[in-house]
C-alpha cells in the first residue's frame, strides 16, 4: 500500500503579498486625504516601513494596507505590525510578516492529531509539521473534522500532501 503523507504549513503567498503592496501604494498616491500628509509604504523583502508626518496618517495607511492584504486572501494573522514611532520629523511603522508554525501552536495541533481516530504520527521539522498517517488514505484525513478544526485555528495554513509512494511528487494544497 502506498506510503501517504501530507505536511501542515504556515506560509504567505508573496506574490499576493506583492499586489497587496502595489495597491496600497498607489492608493496612498491617488487618495485625497493622503495627499501632502508625506505617506508613503516602502517594502524590503517581508518587511514593510509604512512613514507618514502624522502618526494618524500613518495608523490611517496601515489600515489600507491591512484591507488591500484582506482583498488578496493574505490573512492578518502573518502580520506583526508595531506602533508608529516618531523618528525625526515622521512616523515610522514597522510591519513583519510571521511565517511557520511555532513550536507551541505545533505541539497543539500535534495533541489534537493523536487524538484522531485515524492513527497518525506528527513530527515537527523546522517550521512546518509532517503527519504520517498509518494505512488510511490522505483523503480520508483532509476530509476529518479534526484536520478542518486545525485549519480554521491556524488561519492561512496550507495542508499538502505527497501523492506519490516516494513523496516528491505531485502535492494538493487547500486554502
Request: charge should be negative; hydrophobic fraction near 35%; include cysteine.
Amino acid at each position: 500500500m502506498a506510503d501517504n503523507s501530507f505536511d501542515i504549513v504556515s506560509k504567505i503567498d508573496q506574490m499576493e503579498l506583492d499586489n497587496a503592496f502595489n495597491q496600497c501604494d498607489r492608493e496612498l498616491a491617488t487618495r485625497f486625504d493622503f495627499k501632502n500628509t508625506g505617506t508613503k509604504i516602502e517594502k524590503n523583502g517581508t518587511k514593510v516601513i509604512i512613514e507618514s508626518d502624522t502618526e494618524e496618517r500613518a495608523k490611517a495607511a496601515l489600515d489600507v494596507f491591512k484591507d488591500k492584504l484582506v482583498k488578496r486572501s493574505v490573512s492578518l494573522k502573518h502580520l506583526d505590525a508595531g506602533d508608529p514611532k516618531l523618528s525625526g520629523k515622521t512616523f515610522l511603522i514597522n510591519c513583519d510578516f510571521k511565517e511557520g508554525i511555532s513550536t507551541e501552536n505545533a505541539k497543539k495541533i500535534a495533541f489534537l492529531l493523536m487524538d484522531m481516530p485515524v492513527p497518525v504520527e506528527p513530527i515537527m521539522t523546522h517550521s512546518k509539521l509532517d503527519v504520517n498517517p498509518e494505512h488510511h488514505s490522505i483523503k480520508k484525513v483532509k476530509n476529518n473534522k479534526y484536520s478542518e478544526q486545525i485549519y480554521a485555528d491556524m488561519g492561512k495554513t496550507h495542508i499538502t500532501g505527497d501523492l506519490t509512494d516516494s513523496g516528491d511528487g505531485i502535492s494538493q494544497s487547500t486554502e
